[in-house]
């Protein structure tokens, strides 16, 4: 059994809190491009909504979450991904070249909650216990139905990543979270040739989306 597939937890038990082989921290040297990058649906959103969040209000944006708790969000919604493609993986929802992709992404999903999970710990921050995950009934019993929600899943993903980057005040946590985002990017390319769509890289500028969206958008499956 592979590392990766040896981590899932459906009733809410705490992972293992393996240290990735790649420490998260060492992508150090894309914080610059990921300045820039941010710019892009980023860095105009997070300044309008800087000041929203003052007199105990809950929190709207990303902004004054700090780095651990963007963090410990970011590696629920990897595990939500990592389980769901393994569940799919699994239940053979997939087959043939299909399958091996979708291992593929399952196995960058997990090494990302395994680097979160190290910089957590090196943050001195407490590493989530993983969700009670809920997903659609059926949706691992029809390839369309399971390809459809992962094309839901991905954007999601993306667009939190694009959205908590400007909030991020380590530079170096801000580049490797950058490294991440772009791993998600080609995560929904796979998809997108699984579907049949063409050209899958339709994109030209991915889209950042507000911590209350990417709240509501997997509220339904067990991420709070």
């Not at 991020?168 to 991440?180: M, P, R, T, V, Y």
């Amino acid at each position: 059994m592979s590392e990766a597939r040896g981590r899932i937890h459906l009733a809410g038990t705490r992972p293992g809190l393996e240290v990735s082989r790649r420490n998260f921290i060492k992508t150090a040297a894309w914080a610059g491009a990921a300045l820039a990058a941010a710019g892009i649906g980023g860095i105009g959103w997070a300044t309008r909504y800087a000041g929203a969040q003052e007199g105990g209000e809950p929190f709207e944006t990303y902004q004054g979450l700090g780095d651990a708790a963007i963090l410990q969000f970011a590696y629920q919604l990897e595990l939500l991904e990592g389980t769901f493609y393994q569940m799919g993986a699994d239940m053979g929802v997939v087959s043939g070249d299909a399958l091996a992709q979708i291992q593929a992404i399952r196995d960058h999903e997990f090494a990302h909650a395994d680097a979160l999970a190290a910089t957590l710990q090196q943050l001195g921050a407490e590493v989530p216990a993983t969700p009670d995950f809920t997903y659609p009934d059926g949706v691992f019993e029809d390839t369309a139905a399971f390809l459809d929600l992962a094309n839901t899943f991905e954007p999601v993903g993306i667009g939190a990543y694009q959205g908590a980057a400007p909030a991020l005040e380590s530079k170096e946590i801000l580049g490797a979270a950058l490294s991440i985002h772009n791993s998600e990017c080609e995560h929904w390319n796979g998809i997108k040739i699984l579907l049949g769509i063409d050209p899958p890289n339709n994109v030209a500028f991915e889209e950042a989306l507000p911590l209350p969206q990417v709240q509501e958008a997997v509220a339904p499956f067990g991420v709070g």
